[in-house]
């Protein structure tokens, strides 16, 4: 089935700078999806992304298909954008969804 | 639109008893999925419903847990006899239909056992 790697597995930012999530799988998805969670917190959609760039707000999604990859791009950041980001795509052959193991993201003050 | 909407948000209950899980999809979703969250496991895929009908429940424990669609506005998820191992978040999805679209979640059902 997909297999779905995210990185870093943790990530420790200054308000202010950038952050570059990665997300590799190992078969094409037709849904590619980044999520937010924080401590506690419910999942959160960022951004539906199989293919191509996307944007909204601070954030940018780059998903090239054919590498199997996506990212996740956060300028700027806040203490706000602390917590753990998911991406989420289709498992080969199958409709089900499943998850990365996330990357967590501390953004200091 | 609410959202979907997930109860109980918080249930406690003993080792051995049965603990039953709702979730109201967004109307018009036509796919509900049921996940389980722990901080061991991360986010485990337990079942899936298209247009109420089950088409995909390789995630579920075989023995105890169940789950039923019994209308397009709410789903059951069901643990029987449950371990303190069945200790998690229980978080309920929709999406249009079941491939290209946004998944939504609801807010999770924290289950604890004694």
């Known amino acids: 089935g997909q297999q779905v790697q995210q990185s870093p597995a943790s990530l420790v930012l200054q308000e202010g700078e950038n952050a570059e999530l990665q997300c590799n799988f190992s078969?094409?998805?037709?849904?590619l999806q980044w999520f937010y969670q924080r401590p506690g917190g419910s999942l959160v959609s960022l951004l539906y992304?199989?293919?191509g760039t996307k944007h909204t707000g601070r954030l940018t999604s780059t998903t090239v298909t054919k590498e199997r990859r996506s990212s996740l791009h956060i300028s700027s950041s806040q203490t706000t954008d602390s917590g753990t980001y998911f991406c989420a795509m289709d498992d080969t052959n199958a409709y089900k969804v499943i998850f990365g193991k996330g990357t967590h993201l501390h953004v200091l003050p | 639109n609410a959202g979907v909407i997930q109860t109980p948000r918080h249930k406690v209950t003993g080792k051995g008893q049965e603990a039953t899980l709702w979730c109201e999809p967004i109307?018009?979703?036509?796919?509900v999925f049921w996940y389980r969250q722990t901080i061991v496991q991360g986010l485990e895929f337990l079942t899936y419903f298209r247009n109420q009908a089950p088409i995909d429940d390789s995630g579920m424990p075989k023995e105890r847990f169940s789950a039923q669609m019994p209308n397009q506005s709410h789903s059951t998820l069901k643990i029987q006899s449950t371990q303190p191992q069945d200790s998690a978040v229980y978080l309920c999805a929709s999406s249009r239909t079941d491939s290209g679209n946004t998944l939504y979640f609801g807010e999770g059902s924290r289950l604890i056992v004694v």
């Open positions: 992304n199989p293919s």
């Open positions: 078969s094409t998805a037709t849904r």
């Open positions: 109307s018009g979703h036509s796919a």
